[in-house]
């Protein structure tokens, strides 16, 4: 019989929230993620009251109030001549509603709290620069190998590894990501660098023919995050982290109201 403790492979925000709703609840885990340190990666995220709700539960409340911003509501601007439309309180409906606020945070602010808590309760559960590269397993146990020779058992294993994912690949076969049609520009912008007409608080969408933008403030409102979407037809570079130019964007969003392109340049 394996040891009775969980192996969660991936340590991202879903890998790393698992783990601690575990290890509250008084569960062995160990948590292996390829990298060799959780450095800071990826831009701005949203998290609606299901989600703040589970996550004050798991006694992050003071690390979420440390670095997020609470929603004060949700604007939508035509893409030529930026007239804008107010639409409702975002955090405030998802008070009302549900119990829990509507927060923007940076990716990184929060997978820094969920390992900070982590580690204040099991100091060496994260497993840091663990590549995942076969799994096997038994009616009561699950064995898993690393690129690096080593290997752990546990009671189960919980792949949360990714659009990549190693534990898929290995109880499913491996499979290639589908291009959905759609590219995505990504970027942090800093608030003091944006002119006073860009909303500081508001989640902003810009909508136009087959594009969209999203911004909205992360980080106590010193970053802005931006998503830029484009409709195409074909993708040939299958990444994640594929880095453009400002030309191309500014190309991509061509004829749009100056507001998105004074964005685009900071």
Known sequence: MASGKILIIGGGIGGLACALALIRRGIAVEVYEQATELREVG?????????????????????????????????????????TWTTFDLSAVSQERYGAPHIFMHRGDLQAALADAIRRKAPDAIKLGRRLVDLTQDDTSVTVRFADGSTATGTLAIGADGIRSPVRACLFGADQPEFTGVVAWRGLVPMDALPPQISRTAATSWLGPARHILHYPVRHGELMNIVAFVERDDWQVESWTERGTHAELASDFRGWHEDAHTIFRN
């Open 43 to 83: 831009a701005g995220v949203q998290l609606g009251a299901n989600g703040t709700r589970v996550l004050h539960a798991l006694g992050l409340r003071p690390a979420l109030e440390a670095t997020q911003v609470v929603a004060s509501g949700k604007e939508a601007r035509l893409w030529n001549t930026g007239q």
